[in-house]
């Protein structure tokens, strides 16, 4: 069992890592792109996690999130280890608890906004006039509920950026990771996305993960985690 | 994911590459239509089969001949040693050893469990017919066994009840004879010549009654049909002054068994007949033959549309493993938000199926448009002689089949590539570029 670290906790942790090792390769070509990470994530928390390009942010924000295994170390959800979730508890945290917004988006060009939002309520099985409901809601909150029958690729990189942003809130996720969030947009409109992104942190309680390399956006976070070729070099709290 | 929704999507993405897809339906489209246009001629000839079957019944009827040599080789064209009651039937890899038949060999075969009566086939050997002292034609003419029918043109089949005597011409004979048509050709006298035993020509004049349908195995083929008087009078007058001991032998007898028997009592019947030295064949025996024919041939036909399809169904594995190569990206961000590795496989079989539905329907039904109007230009004109004769008919079941069968194929053919999408990792999926 973990023994809970610091006493000034915001919430129960709701991932834990331990000493998490993650290796590519073998022989020559093997490369170590974490090399013993150990962190908590609360509840309701917003943590940063910056560093050089490389230095695997993006590495350890799949383990978190549980798309990765890691090679050694323990990854904990809810106190329970991952390694032994079965996979239908396991496509079910990555459907419920956790949401994705991603630097390159990844919308489907072909489907409309409206269905690229409902993406996973239809993974999930909802019915489809309720998962229509739920989409449109949570459009409207980004206020894009006038481009839901667009196609995705109709849009611009902020309306993009704020329909994946819909589409990783509309299961009501406990965790929201943003890998580079800002990363493909203006300073103004990276600047918006940030506050959406916070706004929802604040009244809704919703846990970020967010990786960057922009100090300001990190600086908006509760936490700071700097990562060094594999390692956490150093943690700041605000 | 809800399986409607998987397979909206599945059936969606289809439409994805255009070009593609069609390409691919194309080619399943040429398997498909040939698939359906080769087992159609065998629907269309094997009905035409049963059909003429049940025209000529008999059903209940074995035709008996007496084997000559247990060891006879059909396929040995050497020289026969000279047995005097063996007649050699056929030539070369056709022909068949069989004995005369006296009237203790009708004993026998009466005797044998399950016949109910045996009538011995005495043919006519006429040396002409001619009508109105016109051109004299060679003819072979027999008797219909019972329970023998005969589809006519024109006119009626020859009636056994009657002491008058009736024939029937086939429709090769009508003009020759000097008939305006076939119906020019009911109610004539046609004047029938037999040689008998002291080698005198004896004349019979017969009444024409109908004129028979050419079919693909009617009673008797290309012979003129006599009733039970005219031919007993043939046969009596051909008899005459011949000595004893060549009256009363029979190449041939008819046997008639309980209608009632299934096939396995039948065959029983027969293997009973065999052990007593008969051979015996009911009209079916002579027709299967025809089937099984017609079967290896659409068969082998099929089997060159089965190579077609299954080119297809690597034109389905190629074009989805495009599809999974494409949508990488896509699949890692279903799966990385909870979509299982089940479901994923699932989505790109639909599409492997739809595909193969797609091509299969379009297929068939094209094969079914160009099948009904060729075999209804080819009835009007070259297969005219054939009346009743659709050359490709489709029945439901077959086709159902057809389209199941290539839906299977494509299924087959998306495994691998579904395989390959299913076993994809989020992480590599979304680092893809
Ligand atoms: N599948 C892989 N195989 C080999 N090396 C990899 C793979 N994925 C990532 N890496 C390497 O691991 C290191 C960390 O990558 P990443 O976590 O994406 O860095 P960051 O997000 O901090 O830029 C990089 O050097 C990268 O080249
Ligand atoms: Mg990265």
Not at chain 1, 174 to 191: K, Q, V
Not at chain 1, 213 to 230: K, N, P, S, T, V
Not at chain 2, 250 to 268: I, K, M, S
Request: glycine share 10%.
């Amino acid at each position: 069992m973990l023994d809970p670290l610091g006493a000034d906790t915001q919430g129960a942790a709701i991932i834990s890592v331990r000493d998490v090792e993650k290796t590519y390769g073998s022989g020559a070509g093997r490369f170590d792109a974490l090399r013993g990470v150990s962190l908590d994530i609360r509840e309701g928390e917003s943590l940063a996690i910056v560093g050089k390009s490389g230095s695997g942010k993006s590495t350890l924000m799949h383990v978190l999130a549980l798309l990765d295994e890691p090679t050694a170390g323990t990854v904990l959800l809810d106190r329970r280890n991952a390694k032994e979730l079965r996979s239908s508890e396991l496509n079910r945290a990555r459907n419920k608890t956790f949401g994705f917004v991603f630097q390159q988006f990844f919308l489907t060009p072909t489907q409309t906004v409206l269905e690229n939002v409902m993406l996973p309520l239809t993974i999930a099985g909802m019915p489809n006039r309720a998962r229509r409901a739920q989409a449109m809601a949570a459009l409207e909150q980004l206020e894009l509920a006038d481009k839901a029958k667009n196609k995705a690729t109709d849009l611009s990189g902020g309306q993009k950026q704020r329909v994946v942003i819909a589409r990783a809130l509309v299961n009501h996720p406990r965790i929201i990771f943003a890998d580079e969030p800002t990363g493909n947009l203006d300073t103004a409109t990276g600047r918006t996305v940030e506050d959406i992104l916070f706004t929802l942190n604040r009244e809704q309680g919703i846990t970020l993960v967010i990786v960057t390399h922009d100090d300001d956006l990190a600086a908006r976070c509760d936490r700071r985690i700097q990562i060094q070729d594999g390692r956490i070099l150093e943690e700041a709290t605000r | 994911m809800k399986t409607i929704d998987l397979v909206r999507t599945g059936v969606r993405n289809t439409f994805r590459s255009r070009a593609r897809t069609t390409l691919t339906v194309l080619a399943i489209f040429v398997g498909a239509f040939t698939l359906t246009i080769t087992s159609g001629l065998g629907t269309g000839i094997n009905r035409y089969i049963d059909d003429t079957v049940a025209a000529i019944g008999g059903g209940d009827v074995l035709t008996v001949t007496k084997v000559a040599d247990e060891d006879f080789d059909p396929t040995d064209t050497s020289p026969q040693e000279y047995d005097p009651n063996a007649v050699t039937t056929g030539d070369g890899i056709a022909r068949t050893s069989i004995e005369m038949m006296t009237q203790d060999d009708l004993d026998a075969i009466g005797d044998v469990d399950d016949i109910l009566d045996v009538e011995p086939i005495t043919p006519a050997q006429v040396d002409y017919v001619s009508h109105d002292d016109g051109t004299r034609y060679t003819a072979t003419v027999s008797a219909l066994t019972p329970g023998q029918t005969v589809q006519t043109t024109a006119g009626a089949e020859p009636e056994n009840g009657t002491t008058q005597f009736q024939i029937s011409l086939p429709p090769t004979y009508v003009e020759p004879l000097g008939f305006d048509d076939d119906t020019d050709a009911i109610g004539a006298t046609l004047t029938i010549a037999v040689t008998d035993g002291a080698f005198e020509q004896h004349t019979v004049d017969a009444e024409i009654v109908g004129v028979t349908e050419e079919t693909l195995a009617g009673p008797g083929g290309a012979s003129l049909i006599a009733n039970q008087a005219l031919q007993d009078e043939l046969v009596t007058l051909q008899s005459t002054g011949l000595p004893d001991d060549q009256l009363d032998q029979w190449a041939q007898a008819t046997a008639t068994f309980d209608p009632e028997l299934t096939p396995d009592e039948v065959d029983a019947l027969k293997e009973g007949l065999a052990d007593e030295g008969f051979s015996g064949t009911t009209t079916a025996d002579t027709l299967g033959a025809f089937t099984t024919v017609i079967d290896t041939i659409v068969l082998i036909l099929n089997a060159f549309a089965g190579i077609a399809l299954l080119a297809a169904g690597f034109g389905i594995v190629n074009t989805l493993l495009m599809s999974v190569q494409e949508r990488t990206r896509e699949i890692g961000l279903m799966k990385a938000m909870g979509m299982s590795s089940g479901r994923v496989f699932g989505l790109f079989s639909i599409e492997a199926v739809f595909i193969g539905f797609l091509g299969s329907a379009i297929g068939v039904i094209t094969a079914m448009i160009v099948g009904t109007a060729v075999s209804g230009l080819l009835a009007g004109a070259l297969l005219a002689n054939l009346p009743g004769l659709t050359l490709i008919a489709f029945d439901p079941i077959t086709i159902g089949v057809t389209i199941l069968v290539i839906m299977a194929v494509a299924f087959l053919a998306g495994t691998l590539p579904a395989a390959r999408a299913a076993r994809k990792d989020p992480v590599d999926a979304l680092r893809y570029e």
